[in-house]
């Protein structure tokens, strides 16, 4: 298993430009997360899903939109990139079976817009 | 509303043994406990339930207070390996793992 995949892994954008944040995942799990990851700031829930075709936000959504098509995939878009939104970006998907949950996440991307 | 984590920083030696507390506004249903090493991604270690059940590491505990509004990490014997930055994710109405609220994290250096 590959477990949670993030690309690209490093991105340098200009204001106003638009990207996707590639996310998959391998493990058939139900839910998916998105957070950001500001020096000193912990992570912070961008969006999440619980299943393909449900999404919500979370603390800070603000700039970014997301679908779930699939199980495996979550992708991320900004669109209209600003500096605020310079941060690693961390894909997560986790399990929850009788008790049980553990939370996975991808290696991360990094943002730089300019 | 985000926990609190402290101390926000802690140096130990090589066997000794260290506590992270994590702090909330509201009573929890349940924290998950994550380090982080730099530049990499965050690892789950544990999950500490509002019945005091846990499910995770062997080398590591956690316990909630009386009102369960904070929980306490606990790292034994120390080794060069547990050092990082923990981070704690609150989870007060039972919802899941894939909508916590992470603290701002406590950085761990063990020395030889």
């Known amino acids: 298993n590959a477990g949670v995949t993030q690309t690209p892994k490093f991105q340098v954008l200009k204001t106003g430009q638009s990207m996707t944040l590639q996310c998959a995942q391998d493990m058939n799990h139900e839910y998916m997360s998105w957070y950001r990851q500001d020096p000193g700031m912990g992570l912070r829930l961008i969006h999440y899903?619980?299943?393909?075709?449900?999404?919500d936000q979370g603390e800070v959504p603000n700039g970014y939109n997301v679908s779930r098509s699939t199980t495996e995939d979550f992708p991320l878009r900004l669109l209209s990139a600003a500096p605020s939104q310079t941060s690693v970006y961390f894909c997560?998907?986790?399990?929850?079976?009788?008790?049980?949950?553990?939370?996975?996440f991808g290696p991360g991307t990094r943002l730089l817009v300019l | 509303q985000q926990p609190v984590q402290s101390p926000q920083a802690v140096i130990l030696r090589e066997g000794e043994d260290a506590v992270i507390n994590c702090s909330s506004s509201k009573a929890l249903y349940s924290v998950h406990w994550y380090r982080q090493k730099h530049g990499e991604a965050p690892v789950f270690l544990m999950i500490?339930?509002?019945?005091?059940e846990q499910k995770g590491h062997d080398k590591i505990s956690a316990s909630f207070n009386e009102k369960k509004q904070q929980s306490s990490l606990y790292l034994t014997a120390s080794q060069l390996s547990y050092s990082g930055t923990y981070f704690c994710?609150?989870?007060?109405?039972?919802?899941?793992?894939?909508?916590?609220?992470f603290g701002k994290g406590t950085k761990l250096s063990v020395i030889p």
């Open positions: 899903s619980v299943g393909a075709g449900i999404t």
């Open positions: 994710g609150t989870d007060p109405s039972g919802a899941g793992s894939y909508q916590l609220t």
């Open positions: 997560a998907s986790s399990y929850r079976v009788a008790g049980e949950e553990t939370q996975y």
């Open positions: 500490l339930l509002k019945g005091g």
